[in-house]
């Protein structure tokens, strides 16, 4: 229906410029997929796919950034591809009913590290000075920490780009655009790897998921370019209240059940 085909446009534009800017667009696409009838996990899987090309759009505004430190792009990309591959397998695996019962929690998870994402990056900060003469330890404990995320990215990918950046601030770096420079490439990587088992799995519906990724791309790149003249603290406080009310929607919703 055109009316259901608009909303979802509407829903990828507003996802892809709200992950150029703070990351959370899945609580706006994710939540209007599912609102128009798809199943949970198909829906999980098109949204995944969709918003590739808003991502991909905001690294291309993004791209002055990467020439600074490729060998620790191209690290965090392989081990982000790793652990996105083996959480969509997981989501693949995970019958419908389960989903949706384990649903609410990961957008608890995502709404509470977004909310304060501030403060997660602050405590980061300042956890930094107690590992600065232990870098061994402190490299492998950021490859776990990104892993983990990139496997919670493949499994279900509300909220990971905040906990990227909390990663990124253990490796050290402080340059906020650096930071979600490597946050939208990194997040590229990981749905692009997780195409290989939807696809294979039959679970994308590619027309809503075109519709959607044209609307993303719009968004994504426009909110990237234009990301200095945007009032990010209103659009982090409207991001934080969808994801509250899906939250609570969706703890609801299982209750009935």
């Known amino acids: 229906m055109v009316w259901q085909n608009l909303l979802i446009f509407g829903a990828a534009f507003l996802a892809g410029a709200i992950n150029g800017i703070a990351g959370g667009g899945s609580f706006i696409l994710f939540p209007a997929l599912m609102f128009v009838g798809i199943p949970p996990i198909t829906a ?7 918003l590739l090309p808003g991502t991909l759009a905001s690294a291309g505004a993004y791209r002055h950034e990467f020439d600074k430190d490729k060998r620790s792009l191209i690290q965090v990309c392989i081990l982000g591809a790793i652990g996105g591959l083996a959480g969509a397998i997981l989501l693949l695996r995970t019958p419908s009913a389960t989903f949706l019962q384990v649903l609410p929690y990961l957008l608890l998870t995502a709404t509470l590290a977004f909310a304060f994402s501030n403060k997660l990056t602050i ?3 300042q956890q930094q000075s107690r590992f600065a003469n232990l870098k061994e330890l402190r490299t492998v404990l950021i490859t776990i920490l990104q892993l983990i995320v990139a496997v919670y990215g493949g499994f279900f990918g509300g ?5 990227f950046l909390a990663s990124f ?3 050290g770096m402080t340059n906020i655009h650096r930071m979600n420079a490597y946050k939208v490439i990194l997040t590229s990587c990981i749905n ?9 799995a039959g679970v994308i519906l590619w027309q809503e998921g075109a519709i959607a990724a044209v609307g993303a791309s719009f968004g ?3 909110s990237a370019y234009y990301v200095q003249k945007i009032d990010q603290i209103l659009v982090r406080r409207f991001v934080i209240v969808i994801g509250a009310a899906m939250t609570l929607y969706f703890f609801i919703k299982s209750w009935i059940a």
């Open 192 to 200: 692009a790897v997780i195409i290989i088992p939807f696809v294979n």
């Open 169 to 171: 601030a253990l490796m």
């Open 123 to 125: 405590w980061v900060e």
């Open 220 to 222: 994504g790149y426009i």
């Open 44 to 50: 999980n899987a098109t949204n995944a796919i969709a």
């Open 159 to 163: 909220g990971m780009g905040i906990l």
